[in-house]
DNA sequence: GTACCTTTGAAAACGGATCTCAACCAGCCG
DNA sequence: CGGCTGGTTGAGATCCGTTTTCAAAGGTAC
């Protein structure tokens, strides 16, 4: 099940956030002389429209629902456009693929991933960014980023008793993109 | 070059700590129903003595120099008992290669990896991770391992000027196993 | 020795990311 | 409009690290 901006709550902000967007992705794409492409466009507002943590992969399979002759390559391509634009950022939880998600306009944040149910959950630390930062300072080093992740056992799975003893030391989660968004 | 437990600084608790471990894979081993062999016992020793993050591949090529009929496959099966019996862990730089570093009496640590030169830094801190446990519980998430890693420039680096442009946001660093512990 | 295992290594399979290349098409010019 | 130029596209090939397969080799118990 993905969930879609526009799918259950329409809101002026998002429609004006969407515009936006469109108009950097626009914007890079001029600036680079690259042209604008049915294509590009189709997978930009598929992109757009989906919050969640994309596989290039998953994106592709979205695509291809509305026009099932964009091959997995341009989608390849344009997710790192939209990379390069600074509208879509990479993220990894584990298990060897890329995951996508919104930059612009969505602060950074990190992850908590169930290794239960693959169920993540985005978070943020004020604090826990400062320490960082003094910690970087103290030996001198200039982060440009950085990723926190922590894996175990939601909430709701540990409702299912079984799932605790779960996880070995060293297991990686099979993520299934159902993320849940957290403050 | 790879830094040896016992090649520069030859210390009785390494000595004492390398027969503990080699004692816990025997352990390991025969409580599976496992047999002790020359190939596990090699790549065990190398395993080891080197206080450095290796890929599979590098922890091959340097059992290769042993003994070369020892194959990749064996290594990796290796590596992953290793694992299982608390010895080594796996860590990730983002360059979708997996990292092997000791585990065992080696406190959990973090990273600072440099996208210039590649070399990382280890790091430990209190506060950020009672932090981070506090976050978790906030969500009443139940955490059972974590990850945090910071993408930057060396202070070494930072003097070659150049080096300082050198990542776009997206970029994964070429990781070169050549490691600086901190505190 | 024999039967019954596990272990081993070469090679193949796998899976995600990336590249190649010929066909295609957007934008421009006359 | 038509033709030209150079970026774009998609199928398939390639890459590369990981994991599996399978037949041969090696241990162990009896």
Redesign the interface.
């Known amino acids: 099940m993905i969930k879609s901006r526009f799918g259950w709550s329409w809101m002026e902000t998002d429609r004006y956030l969407f515009e936006k967007e469109r108009q950097i992705f626009l914007e890079h794409i001029k600036l680079a002389g690259l042209r604008w492409t049915g294509q590009r466009e189709l997978i930009m507002n598929t992109f757009l429209i989906t919050e969640e943590h994309l596989t290039i992969d998953d994106l592709h399979r979205l695509v291809h629902r509305e026009d099932p002759s964009v091959g997995h390559t341009t989608v390849y391509r344009t997710l790192r456009l939209l990379?390069?634009a600074?509208l879509a950022?990479?993220v990894?939880f584990?298990d060897?693929k890329t995951y996508f998600e919104h930059h612009y306009n969505h602060d950074h944040h990190d992850h908590?991933i169930?290794?239960a149910c693959g169920s993540v959950?985005e978070?943020f630390?004020e604090?826990?960014e400062s320490?960082?930062d003094k910690?970087?300072e103290?030996?001198?080093?200039?982060?440009?980023?950085?990723?926190?992740?922590?894996?175990?056992?939601?909430?709701e799975c540990?409702n299912k008793t079984e799932a605790?003893i779960t996880?070995?030391?060293?297991a990686q989660p099979r993520v299934r993109v159902k993320s849940v968004v957290?403050g």
């Open positions: 990379t390069e600074g950022r990479e990894r584990g060897n908590m169930c290794t959950i978070f630390s604090a826990i320490l960082q910690m970087a103290q030996f001198r080093f200039v982060p440009t980023h950085h990723s926190l992740r922590m894996w175990g056992i939601c909430a540990q605790i996880a070995p030391p060293g957290g």
